[in-house]
T-cell receptor
Framework: QKEVEQNSGPLSVPEGAIASLNCTYSDRGSQSFFWYRQYSGKSPELIMFIYSNGDKEDGRFTAQLNKASQYVSLLIRDSQPSDSATYLCAVLGSGGSNYKLTFGKGTLLTVNP | GAVVSQHPSWVICKSGTSVKIECRSLDFQATTMFWYRQFPKQSLMLMATSNEGSKATYEQGVEKDKFLINHASLTLSTLTVTSAHPEDSSFYIC????????????FGPGTRLTVL
């Protein structure tokens, strides 16, 4: 059973702070990792993906991957109230998975003005 | 990013009727589309994987005779909920996979189904 674990939160940070979202996965063969943002009542929106160890930055967002620890994180710098949403970590299964994503249950982030 | 549309965005139907939901990739060809279901305050649950021109692959516990999937072209997949019941009420979301090794999935806006 391939699993993706996230802290369900809620995570509350003040406006302007750094929000740190964490995710661990069980399938050691996983190669690609995705962060999606989902506003209440809406479908997920892709923020970024990462497949190499280390950091990947895109604007205020930084994804970090450590395959040895089976850990991926998302940092949001200068958090804004509009960042308040549920953040879903998704992992692409290894070999023969037909490109299926396994999602974590999501972390609810609240950014307080 | 790539654009995926879904129609309808919401539907209310009576118990026992069938409902068809369309999923289209608007600016790219999607060899693979996925159908998810999401109940309130829960994560996405994959229902089935749909490949153009072949039968869908259903996840364990999903009734293939109840949730009919047709992937007629590289830009269109449909999900038909047959003989819908109130417990089928949910948020149904499709996604389409962009080709390449990373295989990002882009999601449609979702269809909220309410069965009375």
């Amino acid at each position: 059973q391939k699993e993706v674990e996230q802290n369900s939160g809620p995570l509350s940070v003040p406006e302007g702070a750094i929000a740190s979202l964490n995710c661990t996965y069980s399938d050691r063969g996983s190669q690609s990792f995705f962060w999606y943002r989902q506003y209440s009542g809406k479908s997920p929106e892709l923020i970024m993906f990462i497949y190499s160890n280390g950091d990947k930055e895109d604007g205020r967002f930084t994804a970090q991957l450590n395959k040895a620890s089976q850990y991926v994180s998302l940092l949001i710098r200068d958090s804004q109230p509009s960042d308040s949403a549920t953040y879903l970590c998704a992992v692409l299964g290894s070999g023969g998975s037909n490109y299926k994503l396994t999602f974590g249950k999501g972390t609810l982030l609240t950014v307080n003005p | 990013g790539a654009v995926v549309s879904q129609h309808p965005s919401w539907v209310i139907c009576k118990s026992g009727t069938s409902v068809k939901i369309e999923c289209r990739s608007l600016d790219f060809q999607a060899t693979t589309m996925f159908w998810y279901r999401q109940f309130p305050k829960q994560s996405l649950m994959l229902m089935a994987t749909s490949n153009e021109g072949s039968k869908a692959t259903y996840e364990q516990g999903v009734e293939k005779d109840k949730f009919l999937i047709n992937h007629a072209s590289l830009t269109l997949s449909t999900l038909t909920v047959t003989s819908a019941h109130p417990e089928d009420s949910s948020f149904y979301i499709c996604s389409a996979r962009v080709g390449g090794p990373v295989a990002e999935q882009f999601f449609g806006p979702g269809t909220r189904l309410t069965v009375l």
